[in-house]
């Protein structure tokens, strides 16, 4: 049964089985209806056959008691002829009968023993009703109170006169059991097949249309997930039937689907990457056209104005090309040019000129010591100022730095060309007003002519420094001719500069010592190195002579250290041999002392020599001092914190301010020679030399004398407070082995 149950869902559909449930219910509807239509009639039947016996056996009873006769009581004969109507009614047609009088009181039953006793209590509204409708009432319900119901109908009775006088009681239930049997049990008989048959096909329905409704559901979810786009579970419906394949083939979908959506949401997960990175580098791009447009449109508005200013900076730039831009004179390269034309011009037409060289004296200090501001209004007056004394014709150029040239044209002769010269150095004598103050600047300027000394631009150039360079070694303010003899001694100069290439190297260098004594007791207080050179072609040269020329070709650094080191070298020598050489002084140069990083040189070398930075004496020059003062003071400090001592050399000669010498922190001051020379004969020179043993003692600094010669003037300096003397009158400057045995002889100070 339960197989079957199982096996007819699968082959049967939901709506066939729901229409065979309909025809079958409505087709036991409809037999049910007819049963039941026939049971209905056979009772309805019953019924007017039972009245219709009723009727008959009312006229029966009627008839059997007199025209005013009652029942209650009925007459004894009345009551045997109703009893013998009834019992042959009931051994006739076996009815069960019963009469009852107005009391409700039984008087006839075919039922002898219930004569005399009340009808049944449950009668009593049937009773009721049929007396007083007149007719007869059919009911079912029971004659003892312990049997069974039967089918009852109860009818009113009259006497001929037509007064009630009581009623009739009739079982029919024979008659309607009779008439009404086979229709019941059809009836029945359906009921029952239409029960079972129902109950089959509600249990057929929920076996097939539960799992169909719960796969129907199933499905329908996820179909509707499906359209939602919500995301597929499995529909899981086991079995082999339509909805098994159907759920399967949706699942497979549902996988494929998932599949490809997750494709398809990666691929447009991608795309919507790309898609925003495309943004981005468009923006990126929109941005940099943005800011590239910007900056083209810049420049192009840039290019317009410097298109404007095209000529205009041509004009600059041609003017900066030819001209100074600080003075507004011709420069170097216009110079040049026009040299050359005018030597040229010169030539052809046979006439003289000259070229001028003009250096401003003392402009290096003041530049250095007031500021290039300074410097550049001194070089502007220095142009104006020549350029108001020559004539328009005369051309004025500033070549670099404070040197200007000047050439000049048809000369009348050479006379003519020292009158110009002349009228130059006059106009640098008034003072310049910078400021407020007033600077005083002299003027060395140098003269060739052409084409008399030369004709050639660069040889000319060449005279006419050399001619300016001697009018300064001459004493500055002054002017000199180019001439043969210059020629000669420039020659030389090139030729020694020429030949101090190769000192070095090939060892033609070497130091003197001249030994300073004190000036107490004569005893040796230390040397001081100088430098010698011996050329293979040039012979004994004195410093006097190569070293301005070493120091202009730049030589002198290389040269100075290797005579710091060299000396330095020679005082732990003579240390090591047990002499005691004192203060060992080295001259150094200015070059060297503007020259970047040289106190690291001197600390250095000491380092290398060992020598004690206390036995060592640096001179310096006071013009080197004075060239840059505040420079000076610091290089000074900066030394003297080496342990170093410091000696102003050629005291008395640089014009040193007062107030510098305070701030000077040297050590040593030693008279120049020239104030020493005429000592005993020149008052002035006494007085000066004395000054300065009185100014250095005030500012406890030692002094040196030096240069001395004669007995007179070391008897005149004796009166003076001096500490040491040096000069010829006590050693010349020996070798070093010489001064081994210097150094132990003790010299004896000649009293004056
Ligand atoms: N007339 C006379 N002269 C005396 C007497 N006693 C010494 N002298 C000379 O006077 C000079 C003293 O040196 P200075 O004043 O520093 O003057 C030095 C110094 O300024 C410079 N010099 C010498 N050696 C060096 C050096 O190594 N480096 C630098 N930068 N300059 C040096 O050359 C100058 C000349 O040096 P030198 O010819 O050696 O000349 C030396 C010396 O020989 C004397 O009693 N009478």
């Given at each position: 049964?339960?197989?079957?149950?199982?096996?007819?869902?699968?082959?049967?559909?939901?709506?066939?089985?729901?229409?065979?449930?309909?025809?079958?219910?409505?087709?036991?509807?409809?037999?049910?209806?007819?049963?039941?239509?026939?049971?209905?009639?056979?009772?309805?039947?019953?019924?007017?056959?039972?009245?219709?016996?009723?009727?008959?056996?009312?006229?029966?009873?009627?008839?059997?008691?007199?025209?005013?006769?009652?029942?209650?009581?009925?007459?004894?004969?009345?009551?045997?002829?109703?009893?013998?109507?009834?019992?042959?009614?009931?051994?006739?047609?076996?009815?069960?009968?019963?009469?009852?009088?107005?009391?409700?009181?039984?008087?006839?039953?075919?039922?002898?023993?219930?004569?005399?006793?009340?009808?049944?209590?449950?009668?009593?509204?049937?009773?009721?009703?049929?007396?007083?409708?007149?007719?007869?009432?059919?009911?079912?319900?029971?004659?003892?109170?312990?049997?069974?119901?039967?089918?009852?109908?109860?009818?009113?009775?009259?006497?001929?006169?037509?007064?009630?006088?009581?009623?009739?009681?009739?079982?029919?239930?024979?008659?309607?059991?009779?008439?009404?049997?086979?229709?019941?049990?059809?009836?029945?008989?359906?009921?029952?097949?239409?029960?079972?048959?129902?109950?089959?096909?509600?249990?057929?329905?929920?076996?097939?249309?539960?799992?169909?409704?719960?796969?129907?559901?199933?499905?329908?979810?996820?179909?509707?997930?499906?359209?939602?786009?919500?995301?597929?579970?499995?529909?899981?419906?086991?079995?082999?039937?339509?909805?098994?394949?159907?759920?399967?083939?949706?699942?497979?979908?549902?996988?494929?689907?998932?599949?490809?959506?997750?494709?398809?949401?990666?691929?447009?997960?991608?795309?919507?990457?790309?898609?925003?990175?495309?943004?981005?580098?468009?923006?990126?791009?929109?941005?940099?056209?943005?800011?590239?447009?910007?900056?083209?449109?810049?420049?192009?508005?840039?290019?317009?104005?410097?298109?404007?200013?095209?000529?205009?900076?041509?004009?600059?730039?041609?003017?900066?090309?030819?001209?100074?831009?600080?003075?507004?004179?011709?420069?170097?390269?216009?110079?040049?040019?026009?040299?050359?034309?005018?030597?040229?011009?010169?030539?052809?037409?046979?006439?003289?000129?000259?070229?001028?060289?003009i250096d401003l004296d003392r402009f290096?200090?003041?530049?250095?010591?007031?500021?290039?501001?300074?410097?550049?209004?001194v070089?502007?007056q220095a142009?104006?100022r020549l350029?108001?004394t020559?004539?328009?014709?005369?051309?004025?150029?500033?070549?670099?730095?404070d040197?200007f040239?000047?050439?000049?044209?048809?000369?009348?002769?050479?006379?003519?060309?020292?009158?110009?010269?002349g009228k130059v150095v006059a106009a640098f004598l008034a003072p310049f007003?910078?400021?407020?103050?007033?600077l005083f600047l002299s003027s060395s300027v140098?003269?060739?002519?052409?084409?008399?000394?030369?004709?050639?631009?660069?040889?000319?150039?060449?005279?006419?420094?050399?001619?300016?360079?001697?009018?300064?070694?001459?004493?500055r303010n002054r002017f000199?001719?180019?001439?043969?003899?210059?020629?000669?001694?420039?020659?030389?100069?090139?030729?020694?500069?020429?030949?101090?290439?190769?000192?070095?190297?090939?060892?033609?260098?070497?130091?003197?010592?001249?030994?300073?004594?004190?000036?107490?007791?004569?005893?040796?207080?230390?040397?001081?190195?100088?430098?010698?050179?011996?050329?293979?072609?040039?012979?004994?040269?004195?410093?006097?002579?190569?070293?301005?020329?070493?120091?202009?070709?730049?030589?002198?650094?290389?040269?100075?250290?290797?005579?710091?080191?060299?000396?330095?070298?020679?005082?732990?020598?003579?240390?090591?041999?047990?002499?005691?050489?004192?203060?060992?002084?080295?001259?150094?140069?200015?070059?060297?002392?503007?020259?970047?990083?040289?106190?690291?040189?001197?600390?250095?070398?000491?380092?290398?020599?060992?020598?004690?930075?206390?036995?060592?004496?640096?001179?310096?020059?006071?013009?080197?001092?004075?060239?840059?003062?505040?420079?000076?003071?610091?290089?000074?400090?900066?030394?003297?914190?080496?342990?170093?001592?410091?000696?102003?050399?050629?005291?008395?000669?640089?014009?040193?301010?007062?107030?510098?010498?305070?701030?000077?922190?040297?050590?040593?001051?030693?008279?120049?020679?020239?104030?020493?020379?005429?000592?005993?004969?020149?008052?002035?020179?006494?007085?000066?030399?004395?000054?300065?043993?009185?100014?250095?003692?005030?500012?406890?600094?030692?002094?040196?004398?030096?240069?001395?010669?004669?007995?007179?003037?070391?008897?005149?300096?004796?009166?003076?407070?001096?500490?040491?003397?040096?000069?010829?009158?006590?050693?010349?400057?020996?070798?070093?082995?010489?001064?081994?045995?210097?150094?132990?002889?003790?010299?004896?100070?000649?009293?004056?």
């Amino acid at each position: 049964m339960f197989s079957l149950v199982r096996w007819l869902p699968q082959r049967v559909g939901t709506r066939l089985l729901a229409v065979v449930i309909f025809a079958i219910g409505a087709s036991l509807a409809l037999a049910l209806l007819a049963a039941w239509l026939v049971y209905r009639d056979a009772q309805n039947a019953s019924r007017v056959l039972a009245q219709q016996a009723a009727e008959n056996l009312v006229v029966q009873v009627a008839a059997q008691f007199g025209e005013d006769d009652d029942l209650d009581p009925p007459r004894p004969f009345e009551r045997y002829n109703l009893q013998r109507t009834l019992d042959y009614a009931h051994q006739a047609k076996g009815r069960d009968i019963r009469v009852f009088n107005l009391n409700e009181r039984i008087v006839v039953d075919t039922d002898h023993e219930d004569i005399g006793t009340p009808v049944p209590t449950a009668w009593h509204g049937y009773i009721s009703a049929a007396m007083r409708d007149g007719a007869p009432v059919f009911f079912s319900g029971r004659i003892a109170a312990a049997g069974d119901v039967r089918q009852l109908f109860i009818t009113p009775l009259h006497n001929r006169t037509g007064r009630l006088v009581g009623g009739l009681a009739m079982d029919y239930t024979h008659l309607a059991d009779e008439l009404t049997g086979t229709a019941r049990k059809t009836l029945l008989i359906l009921s029952a097949a239409g029960a079972f048959v129902l109950a089959l096909t509600l249990l057929f329905g929920l076996a097939t249309v539960r799992p169909i409704a719960l796969a129907v559901r199933r499905l329908h979810g996820a179909t509707r997930a499906l359209a939602a786009g919500r995301p597929l579970r499995p529909v899981a419906i086991e079995g082999h039937d339509e909805f098994a394949g159907l759920a399967r083939a949706f699942d497979d979908m549902s996988t494929q689907l998932t599949r490809s959506r997750m494709t398809l949401e990666e691929e447009v997960a991608e795309r919507r990457a790309a898609q925003i990175a495309l943004e981005e580098a468009n923006a990126r791009l929109e941005e940099r056209v943005t800011e590239r447009t910007a900056a083209l449109q810049s420049a192009n508005r840039q290019l317009e104005i410097e298109l404007a200013n095209g000529k205009e900076m041509a004009r600059q730039l041609e003017q900066l090309a030819r001209f100074d831009s600080l003075t507004g004179l011709p420069n170097r390269a216009m110079f040049l040019a026009c040299l050359d034309v005018a030597v040229k011009r010169a030539i052809r037409m046979g006439t003289l000129g000259a070229l001028m060289f003009i250096d401003l004296d003392r402009f290096k200090s003041i530049n250095d010591s007031l500021g290039h501001a300074t410097g550049d209004q001194v070089l502007r007056q220095a142009a104006q100022r020549l350029s108001g004394t020559l004539r328009s014709c005369d051309m004025v150029s500033r070549i670099g730095g404070d040197e200007f040239t000047v050439i000049l044209e048809e000369l009348g002769g050479e006379n003519a060309a020292r009158a110009v010269a002349g009228k130059v150095v006059a106009a640098f004598l008034a003072p310049f007003n910078i400021d407020g103050k007033e600077l005083f600047l002299s003027s060395s300027v140098g003269l060739a002519l052409f084409p008399k000394d030369s004709a050639e631009p660069g040889e000319l150039m060449k005279q006419a420094d050399f001619a300016m360079y001697e009018a300064k070694t001459g004493g500055r303010n002054r002017f000199a001719l180019h001439s043969e003899h210059m020629a000669q001694e420039a020659n030389q100069r090139l030729v020694m500069e020429t030949a101090l290439r190769h000192a070095m190297e090939r060892n033609e260098f070497y130091l003197a010592y001249q030994i300073r004594v004190s000036a107490t007791d004569g005893t040796p207080t230390g040397t001081e190195a100088l430098l010698r050179w011996r050329s293979p072609e040039l012979g004994d040269i004195t410093p006097a002579e190569f070293i301005p020329v070493a120091e202009h070709s730049g030589q002198i650094i290389e040269i100075g250290r290797w005579v710091l080191q060299q000396a330095c070298r020679q005082h732990s020598i003579w240390r090591a041999q047990g002499l005691q050489p004192g203060l060992m002084a080295v001259n150094i140069s200015v070059v060297q002392f503007r020259q970047a990083g040289f106190v690291e040189q001197v600390a250095a070398i000491l380092a290398e020599t060992g020598m004690k930075a206390h036995d060592l004496e640096l001179e310096l020059t006071e013009s080197m001092l004075m060239a840059n003062p505040e420079n000076a003071v610091m290089m000074m400090h900066a030394l003297r914190a080496l342990g170093v001592g410091l000696a102003i050399d050629d005291f008395g000669t640089g014009y040193s301010s007062l107030s510098y010498l305070k701030r000077f922190p040297a050590s040593r001051i030693k008279i120049d020679q020239s104030f020493v020379r005429d000592i005993d004969i020149n008052q002035e020179d006494a007085a000066i030399a004395a000054a300065i043993v009185a100014l250095a003692r005030s500012l406890n600094i030692e002094v040196t004398a030096e240069g001395i010669e004669t007995d007179e003037q070391l008897a005149h300096l004796n009166r003076l407070d001096c500490a040491d003397y040096q000069g010829y009158y006590f050693a010349q400057p020996l070798t070093a082995e010489d001064i081994r045995f210097a150094l132990d002889a003790t010299l004896v100070v000649q009293p004056g």
